[in-house]
């Protein structure tokens, strides 16, 4: 980076409540030095109340772009110039470019999921996918699941079944995917379920730092050699529910291909460019092993 004393850098940043878990700023930084780009990523921890003057805030002081977390990114949209297609149909989002003066708004977790699950897309065609969990996260990869990758069946597994069912109401409507279905979340009932699934994806904040001995279900018999289980937590790199999975055979995916391929979609919304994924997932990993 030329030494222009911060004259012309460019700031991004991250706003939601809490903010201390997220490697966002860590991965956008990397990526900026590496790439020697002028810009720096900041975290904002803003409350609800303060969300609308937040936004009004990106406009007036020129921020070029945020990434919105917990628990803004379904609230955040009414505050919002303009949707992307996907993030409309979705009704999340966790990208805001600000486009002279502008605000809109980016779903970018639909590109992690595609990146996480491309490899699997034929195996995934027509089959039955358990997702557990109805939050922001559930909302995108439903979308993804039926937009992408075309399964036949979807069970939305969650605690709060009415959320569940909130959710599965939603993509009846808006996408005509009549399949799905809602079970609440007692993992005794749902070894058929899961036996029947070629895909189970935890959407759910279970397992999470600092939570890492909770998992969504325990009982190895959930799980074949045949299934492939994507967890969305990335902090612990292996979870509890990933590694009962793993024994039992299936093939595990962490959150981490996500979280830095959803990072690249917004890198590249903000900056033009591409982040360099190899070397910020090298470094993430290095910071996660210690
Ligand atoms: N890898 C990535 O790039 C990436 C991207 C986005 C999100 N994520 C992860 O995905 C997870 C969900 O995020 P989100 O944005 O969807 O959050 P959210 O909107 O707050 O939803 C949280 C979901 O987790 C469930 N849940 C939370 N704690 C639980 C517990 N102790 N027992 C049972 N269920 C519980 C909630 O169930 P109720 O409805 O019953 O409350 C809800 O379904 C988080 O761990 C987040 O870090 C990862």
Not at 63 to 70: A, D, H, M, Q, S
Not at 124 to 138: D, E, M, N, R, T
Not at 203 to 216: F, R, T
């Amino acid at each position: 980076m030329k030494n222009s004393f911060y004259i012309n850098t460019k700031l991004v940043g991250l706003i939601g409540h809490p903010i201390k878990h997220s490697y966002s700023p860590f991965i956008n930084n990397v990526a900026f030095q590496i790439k020697g780009l002028d810009y720096i990523y900041l975290p904002f921890d803003v409350v609800t109340d303060n969300l609308q003057s937040a936004l009004k805030g990106i406009v007036s002081l020129g921020i070029t772009g945020l990434n919105i977390t917990i628990p803004h990114k379904e609230k955040i949209i009414e505050y919002l110039d303009e949707l992307s297609e996907e993030a409309a149909m979705i009704g999340a989002i966790n990208t805001v470019v600000n486009e002279q003066g502008k605000l809109k708004g980016y779903n970018t977790d639909v590109n992690g999921i595609i990146e996480t699950l491309n490899p699997f897309k034929n195996d995934i065609a027509g089959k039955c996918v358990s997702v557990l969990g109805a939050g922001g996260a559930a909302r995108a990869l439903v979308f993804t699941l039926i937009r992408h990758f075309k399964p036949g069946e979807i069970v939305i597994i969650n605690r709060t079944e009415q959320r569940g069912d909130t959710l599965a109401n939603y993509f009846i409507e808006k996408m005509k995917f009549e399949n799905i279905k809602v079970k609440e979340l007692f993992p005794p009932d749902l070894v058929d379920v899961f036996n029947s699934s070629k895909l189970i994806v935890n959407a759910s904040a279970i397992g999470m730092y600092p939570a890492v001995d909770d998992s969504p279900t325990d009982i190895k018999e959930s799980f074949t050699e045949d299934q492939i289980v994507f967890d969305m937590v990335y902090n612990p790199r292996e979870t509890k529910f990933l590694k009962v999975a793993s024994e039992a055979g299936a093939t595990a995916l962490s959150g981490l291909t996500m979280l830095v391929r959803q990072a690249a979609k917004a890198f590249e919304l903000w900056t033009g460019e591409e982040l360099p994924v190899q070397k910020v997932t090298r470094s993430l990993e290095l910071i996660l092993s210690k």
